[in-house]
């Protein structure tokens, strides 16, 4: 009776008879219940029962809520990989989409060391999170069960941060030079505005800017925090600051970080710093980003950006380099100096 109530509730979960495999979760003996649910069948793939009601989008959260109830030690369940090294979240955050939000935070509350497992070629579940654009809330909850995994590499060398900035970078440049082209010479850039645009990424998806900046700050903060070995929250914690101070951060995100909150120009870090001052510090420009100090239109190099920072403060959309022959070229008596 046992081999056969395994064998069913597997069988059950991977070809989607719902009713079936609720029956027998709530039938399970109180024993020894992690080998019925870690059961991966004779089909390949060494999933078990958690796995395939995470792969199924239509699979109901009901299901996987039985599953890790009734689970004796829910680690031996959740911590499980496949052939692949995909643990039940790694194929939550692939496969349910953005409506199952809930679950991927159910499944990281249940475990959160699963935030912590790589599937090959070095995937993090965050990695993952990232690339599938899902909510500022599932990839708090992963930075919160492994902080470590933010700047830590895949085999290709790319850490979930930098996924993140590949994934939006293209489509904010073209954002800044249509805004550039609608935008009267003299139009100021409001925060209002901000809340208006929708942005694109990579693989089609449509966000709010103002979304995607909430998940760039959530994200830059806590790189600051892994790289000042400290695990606190600074505050008060200024995102634009932070963007300077990560050299992998591409100047389009610096650029609306800043519009969405031009006071941070002049406002001091708890280190004590003005951005200008964090942008003097920086000797080299990354070599990984040539946009970042180039100018998009006339194509000069910014690498001096004491002047144009002062600018955005004031937000204009110029270029304001020193011999900058652009349409948006200003006057040398409007620029901002410093003693």
């Not at 080998?35 to 999933?47: Q, V």
């Not at 951005?275 to 003097?280: D, T």
Request: aromatic content about 8%.
């Amino acid at each position: 009776t046992s081999s056969k109530k395994t064998l069913n509730l597997y069988r059950a979960v991977r070809e989607r008879k719902w009713d079936t495999a609720i029956y027998i979760l709530q039938s399970l003996p109180p024993h020894n219940r992690n080998s019925h649910i870690n059961n991966t069948g004779k089909l390949g793939w060494n999933r078990n029962a958690l796995h395939w009601s995470c792969y199924h989008r239509d699979c109901p959260i009901e299901i996987i809520e039985l599953i890790l109830t009734a689970a004796n030690a829910t680690e031996d369940v959740a911590l499980v990989q496949d052939d692949d090294g995909c643990t039940p979240l790694h194929i939550a955050i692939d496969r349910r989409g953005k409506i199952s939000d809930d679950l991927n935070l159910k499944l990281i509350r249940a475990c959160p060391r699963a935030a912590s497992v790589l599937k090959k070629g070095g995937y993090s579940a965050l990695h993952w999170a990232l690339k599938k654009d899902r909510s500022k809330d599932v990839i708090e909850a992963l930075i919160e069960a492994d902080s470590s995994k933010l700047l830590e590499k895949n085999c290709k060398g790319i850490t979930p941060l930098e996924k993140f900035f590949a994934t939006w970078n293209n489509q904010m440049l073209v954002l800044i030079e249509n805004l550039r082209t609608m935008m009267p010479s003299a139009s100021p850039f409001s925060p209002l505005l901000l809340s208006d645009l929708f942005i694109s990424n990579s693989r089609g998806s449509e966000r709010k800017l103002t979304e995607v900046l909430d998940k760039t700050a959530l994200l830059l903060e806590h790189s600051i925090r892994i790289k000042n070995n400290s695990g606190r929250a600074t505050t008060p914690f200024f995102p634009f600051h932070a963007s300077l101070k990560i050299t992998n951060c591409p100047w389009s995100f610096c650029h609306f970080l800043l519009r969405s909150r031009p006071d941070q120009a002049l406002q001091f870090d708890d280190e004590g710093n003005l951005p200008l001052h964090i942008i003097c510090s920086t000797q080299t420009s990354p070599s990984s980003d040539s946009e970042l100090y180039r100018c998009r239109l006339c194509k000069t190099n910014l690498r001096n950006r004491t002047r144009y920072i002062l600018k955005l403060a004031k937000n204009r959309l110029k270029c304001f380099c020193d011999d900058c022959s652009c349409p948006y070229r200003r006057d040398k008596e409007s620029w901002v100096t410093l003693n």
